[in-house]
């Protein structure tokens, strides 16, 4: 089993690539091995082009010793016509005969149905080799899937003190409470995610962009809750530069336009349910909650997120808007100069 994990490990570090640019699809990751030794390997690059499995067969310069060779993959091989022909079909043309795979896919057009068509046609078929860590490659794909909405990630900057803005500001723009390269990071990490989320005040009090500028990557999709039809006409937000869904009332919708798209949210009481139900519509599988502590703590308050990302710069407000209260799972701490990153986890 060891010389397994070996090669399953390396079908996540391949899977790793693809982060940010697979939406819909998963991050799968694929190498060949032949006599102990890999002789084809990749990875999905984007939906709509070959998968991982496709990759590393292509990659073998010798296809006469497929026959001997084993696949490994990290999610189970699709057995379905999507964009792209079943991969299970092709591990089987390829005549490949040992199969390793990682966890099974929870689409439910595959789910199982890719492994049953490879044992059907006398595959050898193991799963399961470091189940943990491949579901947690794909915690989006597989949250979407499973519990109908996107995978959510709460982020914040706070003080030492844990005040998230001052009480008042002099002009309509961010009050920076980490370092340019934390930014960075955050900047990073929207390039990673599909959707990006914040209310209506941070909108009136900073005018955020909320895009990918220092960082290269796609943008993601804007969204901002704002059920009271208070965004400024002049925000960025509505600028239709970039792919954006406001949820409002009925009453403040508007007219649909290129990027710019009105979903109407009717729950007077638990309206994130609702909000996760229009994101699931929207296919959106992971966003990034960046707004105020109010849009934030009703998250906490709903049990509603998965992961949460918090900063705390080298700096003091003495009085202001106070931080968020999380109680999460520490997953990881690190020093970013001289801020400080810490990761909680929902279990």
């Excluded at 999610?75 to 990682?102: A, F, R």
């Excluded at 929207?190 to 209310?199: N, P, T, W």
């Excluded at 849009?295 to 900063?311: C, G, H, K, M, P």
């Amino acid at each position: 089993m060891a010389i397994h994990e070996k090669y399953i490990k390396r079908c996540i570090q391949l899977a790793k690539n693809g982060l940010g640019t697979t939406y819909p699809n998963p991050l799968v990751g694929s190498v060949i091995v032949y006599d102990d030794r890999i002789i084809g390997e990749g990875w999905h690059y984007q939906a709509g082009e070959p998968h991982a499995e496709v990759h590393a067969i292509r990659s073998v310069k010798d296809h006469s010793l497929l026959k001997d060779a084993t696949i490994y993959v990290s999610l189970e091989p699709c057995s379905h016509y999507g964009k792209t022909p079943p991969c299970s079909d092709l591990i089987i043309e390829k005549g490949i005969k040992k199969v390793i795979i990682g966890t099974i896919d929870p689409f439910s057009k595959v789910s199982g149905t890719g492994v049953q068509k490879l044992m059907n046609a006398g595959c050898d078929v193991i799963v399961g080799v470091l189940e943990k860590e491949c579901t947690a490659l794909n915690k989006r794909f597989f949250t979407f899937h499973k519990k109908k909405r996107p995978y959510i990630i709460l982020k914040w900057a706070q003080t030492l003190d844990h005040f998230i803005a001052p009480e008042t500001r002099n002009d309509r723009a961010p009050i920076w409470i980490t370092n340019s390269n934390s930014r960075q990071w955050v900047h990073k990490w929207r390039a990673e995610e599909q959707a990006i989320l914040v209310g209506n005040q941070t909108i009136i009090k900073d005018n955020p962009k909320l895009t990918t500028r220092d960082w290269p990557g796609s943008n993601p999709i804007r969204i901002a809750i704002d059920t009271s039809g208070k965004i400024p006409t002049d925000s960025a937000i509505v600028d239709k530069t970039v792919s954006t869904i406001i949820i409002t009332r009925e009453e403040f919708r508007k007219e649909n336009s290129k990027n710019l798209t009105y979903e109407v949210i009717n729950a007077r009481e638990e309206i994130l349910h609702e909000l996760c139900t229009i994101l699931h519509k929207h296919e959106i599988q992971s966003i990034i909650i960046e707004g105020g502590t109010h849009t934030i703590q009703s998250f906490i308050d709903e049990n509603l997120w998965d992961e949460a990302r918090v900063f705390e710069g080298n700096t003091t407000f003495d009085n202001g808007i106070k931080a968020p209260i999380l109680k999460g799972n520490l997953f990881s701490e690190e020093k970013i100069i001289d801020d400080t990153l810490r990761i909680y986890q929902n279990d």
